[in-house]
């Protein structure tokens, strides 16, 4: 487990971390290892499971995880889960598009201030005529070495184009309030997809 990652399960009595846990977004489920085969008792008894995943500093996602069986290793337990934001949103997960924001920015910072340009909108402080965009495109990419830097902006640009057409219009329906508090999540959830693709590659 990457050490940069914590998951905590956690409900309304107690509260553990796995040794070890992986989650495949395809089918929705996973495994885990825990510290010892009494923890893994005491997941598996209550079975059903909040998890606070978080990366650093940057972003954090809770879902729900139902534990189903062990495995003949007693500290190994597999489980299913389940989102506490849209699950579309993983449709619009593009590996190449995060693999060039993850490395040259950050996905948290770009993200914040695409739900600040739908915010300024929204009051009327920001219109289509002004070049706002243009002015951000130019501060978020000030340092990046030439050779780079049109590469990076298409993929900055695809990516604010499908968080506000697909995910704000298309899967929130233009609920600002929504997106806002969910926009943390989808950080994370892109985050470790696109981690997630690393191991598998």
């Known amino acids: 487990m990457n050490n940069r990652y914590v998951h905590i399960l956690y409900n309304d009595d107690y509260f553990m971390t796995p040794k070890k846990i992986h989650f495949n977004h395809r089918v929705k489920s996973g ?36 534990f189903q069986r062990k495995h003949s290793n007693h500290n190994l337990l597999y489980f299913k889960y389940e989102l506490e934001i849209p699950e579309l949103i993983e449709a619009y997960y593009d590996k190449e598009m995060i693999k ?22 929204e009051t009327g ?16 990419l000030k340092g990046i070495p030439l050779k780079d830097k049109e590469r990076l902006e298409h993929f900055v640009l695809k990516y604010v184009e499908i968080f506000i057409t697909k995910i704000f219009w298309g ?23 696109f981690g997630t693709n690393q191991k598998e590659n």
């Open 31 to 66: 495994y885990l290892t825990a510290w010892s085969t009494v923890r893994a008792s005491e997941m598996l008894d209550i079975k059903y499971w909040n998890c606070l995943s978080a990366y650093a500093l940057e972003s954090s996602m809770r879902r729900k995880i139902i």
């Open 100 to 121: 060039e924001l993850v490395s040259s920015l950050s996905l948290r910072q770009v993200t914040e201030d695409i739900v600040k340009f739908l915010e300024s909108y």
């Open 125 to 140: 402080e920001l219109s289509a005529e002004n070049s706002v965009l243009e002015n951000w495109l130019s501060n978020t």
């Open 171 to 193: 899967i929130y329906k233009g609920n600002l309030e929504k997106l806002r508090w969910d926009s943390g999540s989808i950080v994370y959830l892109y985050t470790e997809m």
